[in-house]
C-alpha cells in the first residue's frame, strides 16, 4: 500500500512554456502532499507543503506565482511550472502523507518528473 | 532552522559493513529517517527513530541519540544493489521532513 505516483516521468518544454505535473495517491487519501525539487547530485530542496482543500505554503525562496501548486482533491496534486526557463530544469518529486496502515505523518513518495526546458 | 551533516562519500566492499553518521541542528525535532536513492529514482524510506537507541529493520539499522543531536545508518552484509545515495532527514514539524545533503555510497566487489 501507500502508493503514490507521478505524470510525466519526464518532459522537455521550450523556454517560455509552462508544464503541469501530477502526483496522485493511488490507495491512500493523502491530506497533505509536498513538493520537492532535486538538482544532480544535491539534496532534496521542499518547495512547498499543501493540504487538500486549501491554499500551498512555499518555502523561502520559492516563488509562488511560477510554481502553482493545486491541491484540489485528496489524492491529486498538481504543479505547473510557469513560463519555464532553463534554470528551472530539473527533478521534481512529490510525497503525500495521509491516511495509510503506516504513521499518518509518513512521506510516501513519487517516482518523480525530470523537466529539462531548452 | 535546519541544518544537517552528512559524510558526502563512503566507499565500502561486498559483505562489509558501514555506517553513514547523520548530526543535525533542529529547531523543532520530532524524529529522524533515513531514505535511499538510486540514481535517477525516488527516494525510498529505510527506517525512523524518534526514540533514542537501535531499530533494525533486516540488514538496515538506524540508531538515534537525541541529546547528542546524532544518529547514524547502519548497513551490514553489503551488496552491489546497495550503491546508491543515503540521505537522513529531520522531521522538524508533525509533517515537514529536512533531508540531508546526501551520502553516495560506493560498494565494490
Known amino acids: 500500500g501507500a502508493v503514490v505516483s507521478q505524470h510525466p516521468s519526464w518532459v522537455i518544454c521550450k523556454s517560455g512554456t509552462s508544464v503541469k505535473i501530477e502526483c496522485r495517491s493511488l490507495?491512500?487519501?493523502?491530506?497533505?502532499m509536498f513538493w520537492y525539487r532535486q538538482f544532480p547530485k544535491q539534496s532534496l530542496m521542499l518547495m512547498a507543503t499543501?493540504?487538500?482543500?486549501?491554499?500551498?505554503?512555499?518555502e523561502q525562496g520559492v516563488e509562488k506565482d511560477k510554481f502553482l501548486i493545486n491541491h484540489a482533491s485528496l489524492t491529486l496534486s498538481t504543479l505547473t511550472v510557469t513560463s519555464a526557463h532553463p534554470e528551472d530544469s530539473s527533478f521534481y518529486i512529490c510525497?503525500?502523507?495521509?491516511?495509510?496502515?503506516?504513521?499518518?505523518?509518513?512521506?510516501?513518495f513519487g517516482p518523480g518528473t525530470r523537466l529539462t526546458v531548452t | 532552522g535546519q541544518s544537517l551533516e552528512q559524510p558526502s562519500e563512503v566507499t565500502a566492499v561486498e559483505g562489509a559493513i558501514v555506517q553513514i553518521n547523520c548530526t543535525y541542528q533542529?529547531?523543532?525535532?520530532?524524529?529522524l529517517s533515513w531514505y535511499q536513492q538510486h540514481d535517477g529514482g525516488a527516494p525510498t524510506f529505510l527506517s525512523y527513530?524518534?526514540?533514542?537507541g537501535l531499530e533494525e529493520t533486516g540488514r538496515f539499522s538506524s540508531f538515534l541519540s537525541r541529546s547528542d543531536s546524532y544518529g547514524y545508518l547502519l548497513l551490514q552484509e553489503l551488496q552491489m544493489k546497495d550503491s546508491a545515495s543515503y540521505f537522513c532527514?529531520?522531521?522538524?514539524?508533525?509533517?515537514?521532513?529536512?533531508f540531508g545533503s546526501g551520502t553516495q555510497l560506493t560498494v565494490l566487489p
Open positions: 527513530n524518534a526514540l533514542d
Open positions: 510525497s503525500a502523507s495521509g491516511n495509510t496502515s503506516g504513521s499518518e505523518y509518513e512521506q510516501y
Open positions: 532527514a529531520v522531521r522538524g514539524s508533525a509533517r515537514q521532513l529536512t
Open positions: 490507495d491512500f487519501q493523502a491530506t497533505t
Open positions: 533542529t529547531s523543532g525535532f520530532y524524529g
Open positions: 499543501s493540504n487538500e482543500g486549501s491554499k500551498a505554503t512555499y
